[in-house]
């Protein structure tokens, strides 16, 4: 191993060292530059979110329990579209009301942003840039919530660091980047449940 | 005397016979782990069919049990019918072989495609599963969180040091593909695992080309994206490739046998595209590992 191999190794295990810390922490996201009542704020954002994606996860659950069981996999993909669709259908309807920032509620987005600006403007910015920029970053789409995510349009690549910075979610949920929104999204439903508009810098 | 001509034959077919004598065989030891790789495959398209054709013929002289699939595995949508004609249709020979598949997600592929039991995700994104002497780690790579990052942690450290570690997932950690490249920032969280843990292989897709690049940090990358798709003239020239190729779909074939990993990649008319083998390197983080 060369001298910079060695140096550019011993620079990833920190890194990768330091991301799991900060995500093994509570729900501290790591802004070590930040000040500490910038931090307790965000963490406020997120703690609020959190319960917010929790209640939704809890009627997802329950409304899954009324369908015809998924539980095992199936040769059968009619059965995986079937499901995916009756339970889209159900989550609408128990949520036909729900609105842009129910669960992205105002200290939520500022923590979001906030943990945005910072990636991107700090040591990871270009390579996050860069990782976008190489996922198939869509242009013109828009979704909004209760939308179903159109079927065969690929998912930008969601930078890994940022993501390590993001408050965990439950397998039913995770973020995906729409355009410059982050989107909420219901994996098993395939449902837009919140998003953030513009929170992703114009020019990536 | 021998006639001229008799001779010339004779002649000719020594040439021929010693030429073949230096080509690459699969050793097809009993017990060895025969697989196939394909990447980028689901589009539903001709040529598709015609890469799957030909991984049916070379089944016949190289009988592999079972194919990973380095992701976007239906392009398009996810229909019943994109599962037939992306899917069903083009691999139904090596489905009726009983030939399983495990596969990876790419940003092509709904993630629900983890409960359609014929790509054995066992309705997750990432798992992992053992043949022979081979424990294989399929990632998401789409959405390296923590949790999967942890989970990537403890199996690899859980696998000990004694078999081959091969991962694959969709985007590639090292790429000359002139459309997506290198993964690097997924490098920089995954890759420190897999050195410290001893992963041997990489398999991944994305680009729509093949490549082997040289090994980084003693581990093997491939990419191979070009199963369906292709992107001619997809390939950048860069001192990381050691044999690559954008001019045709292709596939891998690859044996494990002990220590060596043997490889072929074919394109879908069966010219060899690369092949070689692979001796398992023995890193000193890993022995380090061993003796704690």
Known sequence: MTTKRRLEYLMNIVMLGMSLATVGGKLGRGQAAVSPSKEAKNEAGFKEFM??????????????????????????????????????????????????????????????RHTVREEFGGPHGHSARTTIRQGEPLKTIHLHVNETYPDGVPYTTLPPTLLLKFPKLPDQVAYRIVVRDLILLDVEANLVIDRIPDIFPETI | MPKPRTFILVLVSLIVFCARADEFRFPLKPGSVKFAAIGDMGTGEGPQYEVADRMNTERQRFPFDFVIMLGDNIYGGSSPKDFERKFERPYKGLLDASVK????????????????????????????????????????????????????????????????????????????????????????????????????????????????????????????????????????????????????????????????????????????????????????????????
């Open chain 2, 101 to 292: 598949f495990y596969a990876s997600l790419g940003n092509h592929d709904n993630p629900n495609e983890r409960f359609y039991k014929p790509f054995n995700m066992n309705g997750s994104n990432y798992y992992t599963f053992k043949k022979g002497n081979v424990r294989f780690f399929a990632l998401d790579s789409n959405y390296m969180d923590a949790r999967q990052l942890a989970w990537l942690q403890k199996e690899l450290q859980d696998s000990g040091t004694g078999d081959w570690k091969i991962c694959f997932f969709h985007h590639p950690l090292y790429s000359s593909g002139k459309t997506h490249g290198s993964s690097i920032e997924l490098r920089s969280l995954i890759e420190p695992l897999f050195i410290k843990y001893g992963v041997d292989a990489v398999f991944s897709g994305h680009d729509h080309v093949y490549e082997r690049v040289k090994p980084e940090n003693g581990i093997y990358y491939f990419t191979e994206g070009s199963s369906g798709q292709l992107r001619p003239d997809g390939l950048a020239q860069t001192s990381m490739t050691d044999r690559g190729f954008a001019s045709d779909r292709t596939f891998m074939l690859v044996e494990v046998a002990g220590d060596v990993l043997y490889f072929e990649t074919l394109s879908r008319g069966g010219a060899v595209v690369d092949s070689g083998e692979l001796r398992r390197p023995v890193r000193a983080s890993e022995a380090a590992v061993q003796n704690k």
């Open chain 1, 51 to 112: 319960d917010h994606v929790q209640a939704y996860v809890n009627l997802h659950k329950s409304i899954e329990s009324s369908l015809p069981a998924l539980k095992k996999p199936t040769d059968q993909p009619e059965k995986i579209a079937n499901h995916q669709q009756a339970l889209a259908q159900k989550i609408r309807e128990a949520r036909r009301h729900a609105r842009r920032g129910d669960i992205f509620s105002e200290e939520a987005m500022e923590a979001f």
